[in-house]
């Protein structure tokens, strides 16, 4: 068990020292590749940009973001599970391929047929600590209908209830 955490806390830093190296208009995708690995997504921009995908889930609440120039060049790594990213969507106007553009794969993905939904969910922090989890319900249309960001906070309320 021991060897377990030791193996798994080595991992997260080896992870995070990775990104640290990493510096907007200096480095190249190849450096990026080298310290993140393989994107979960690849996503090509109409401005020539490539968006590259690095989710965290599900132990994690981030979903990072590697914006590289046509060039080559990384021009920024953003966190987009965060409010400024969240806003970006409007119910009855935004696109399935607009959620997909600002956060990715979903890390689930569920189909309401009956309702002719289907919802795609991650594991975020709202107000840049509390854990949430964020919901963005879609019609059969591709069409945004509802976002939804739910309390995920673990209660320290251990009674047994029978």
């Known amino acids: 068990m021991r060897a377990t955490l030791v193996l798994a806390a080595v991992l997260l830093a080896a992870g995070c020292a990775g990104t640290e190296s990493l510096l907007p208009g200096r480095s190249s995708a190849a450096e990026l590749r ?3 690995g393989a994107p979960a997504l690849e996503r090509r921009q109409p401005n020539g940009e490539t968006w590259l995908y690095y989710p965290n889930q599900p132990f994690g ?3 990072l973001v590697a914006r590289v120039a046509g060039d080559g060049r990384l021009l920024a790594l953003e966190q987009r599970l965060s ?3 969240l806003a ?4 009855n106007q935004s ?5 997909l553009d600002l956060f990715g794969p979903p890390y689930d993905s569920l189909t309401f047929p009956r309702l002719e939904r ?3 969910s991650w594991h975020m922090r709202q107000f840049g600590h509390l854990p949430a989890g964020l919901h963005v319900q879609m019609s059969a249309d591709g069409v945004v209908r509802e976002v939804y960001v ?3 906070t673990v209660s320290d309320d251990r009674r047994d209830v029978r």
């Open 34 to 36: 080298a310290a993140m």
């Open 95 to 99: 696109r399935k391929e607009d959620v």
């Open 118 to 120: 289907e919802t795609w």
């Open 88 to 91: 970006k969507l409007v119910p």
């Open 83 to 85: 409010e400024e990213y």
């Open 61 to 63: 609440r981030k979903v």
């Open 150 to 152: 739910l309390d995920e």
